[in-house]
């Protein structure tokens, strides 16, 4: 079964960093793009970045291009988000997401991060 | 950048009656490699997104055949021949033929 866990949302405060994770299993990773969504709270939902399959290229959104670097460790089936500069506008549900067929076949549950001070 | 609209953004509908969604894009979504990149997605309260159809009028694995996509350039609709209640919830349109990938505004389907 395909599955795909994120991990590492949590308060911080506007100027802080943060690292998302997402960890996947059930498939194999290495042959996937993968992307990050983000969706604040009763909001739509927005696409933050992807990364091709073996990492050598990753796309920006304009709202986090500078900011945010995405990255993933295919020996660790491991996808991440390093998120710095943070603001109260990237106040959101963090969603992983897997890439196939022009879509999204798998998402993650999601990870909360909350910019506030 | 291309920018999606979706009409209605709330719909409510009976059990059993039809049910359909529009998606309108900025710019044609015809890729240079000949395909059309427009996905449907479903949002149930609480729950990530599943994707229901992709490249305009693929049905995904599991997806019941009461869900149908269609249109071609830049008008698109998804369609649902008979409601049910598991139906309800937030449906999206997607475009992945150019970045950034940019989604709808949603419509909220309420029985």
């Known amino acids: 079964e395909v599955q795909l866990v994120e991990s590492g949302g949590d308060l911080v405060q506007p100027g802080g960093s943060l690292r998302l994770s997402c960890a996947a299993s059930g498939f194999t990773f290495s042959s996937y793009w993968m992307h990050w969504v983000r969706q604040a709270p009763g909001k739509g939902l927005v696409w933050v970045s992807l990364i091709n399959s073996d990492g050598s290229s990753a796309y920006y959104a304009d709202s986090v291009k500078g900011r945010f670097t995405i990255s993933r460790d295919n020996a660790k089936n491991m996808l991440y988000l390093q998120m710095n500069s943070l603001r109260a506008d990237d106040t959101a549900f963090y969603f992983c997401?897997?890439?196939?067929?022009?879509?999204?076949?798998?998402w993650g549950q999601g990870t909360l991060v909350t910019v506030s001070s | 950048d291309i920018v999606m609209t979706q009409t209605p953004l709330s719909s409510p509908v009976a059990l059993g009656q039809p049910a359909s969604i529009s998606c309108r894009s900025s710019?044609?979504?015809?890729?240079?490699?000949?395909?059309?990149?427009l996905s449907w997605l479903h949002q149930r309260p609480g729950q990530p997104p599943r994707v229901l159809i992709y490249?305009?009028?693929n049905r995904f694995s599991g997806v019941p055949d009461r869900f149908s996509g269609s249109g071609a350039g830049t008008d698109f609709t998804l369609k649902i021949s008979r409601v049910e209640a598991e139906d309800v919830g937030v449906y999206y349109c997607m475009q992945a033929t150019q970045f950034p990938r940019s989604f709808g505004q949603g419509t909220k389907l309420e029985i």
């Open positions: 710019q044609s979504l015809v890729h240079s490699d000949g395909n059309t990149y």
């Open positions: 490249k305009i009028s």
């Open positions: 997401a897997r890439a196939e067929s022009g879509s999204y076949s798998s």
